[in-house]
């Protein structure tokens, strides 16, 4: 099982940029496809797919609301896998959790939350207006 830890949360104004990490200990980052899920702060809110990227970085997923915003990228040497922000807005306020699809090889687009088999602890980003 592979363990993914968070970093790189935090408040931002609107119209800023913030960079989310993710690194992986054990398993085998390299053959996994990952993903950034985010949940938003409002009582009922489901659980967001944001962004999504196979184990080369050739197959890429975004959600609509963050396409052209946001940026995913991974290091296979490095186990890291990043989230870069840009032009933030109020409503991107959530927790964002890195997440692992642990069939090997897999497609990220098409998933869903609740096909990732392994998540981190989450970090928190805030945008003011």
């Known amino acids: 099982q592979v363990q993914l830890v968070e970093s790189g949360g935090g408040s931002v104004q609107a119209g800023g940029s913030l960079r989310l990490s993710c690194e992986a200990i054990?398993?085998?980052?390299?053959?996994?496809?990952m993903g950034w899920v985010r949940q938003a702060p409002a009582p009922g809110s489901g659980r967001e797919y944001v962004?999504?990227?196979?184990?080369?970085?050739?197959?890429?997923h975004y959600s609509a609301s963050v396409k052209g915003r946001f940026t995913i990228s991974r290091d296979n040497a490095k186990n890291t896998l990043v989230l870069q922000m840009n032009s933030l807005k109020p409503e991107d306020t959530a927790v964002y959790y890195c997440?692992?699809?642990?069939?090997?090889?897999?497609?990220?687009?098409?998933?869903?939350?609740?096909?990732?088999?392994?998540w981190g602890q989450g970090t928190q980003v805030t945008v003011s207006a």
């Open positions: 962004a999504g990227i196979n184990f080369n970085g050739r197959q890429i």
């Open positions: 054990g398993g085998t980052f390299g053959s996994y496809a």
């Open positions: 997440a692992a699809h642990l069939r090997h090889y897999h497609d990220p687009r098409g998933l869903a939350p609740a096909d990732f088999g392994s």
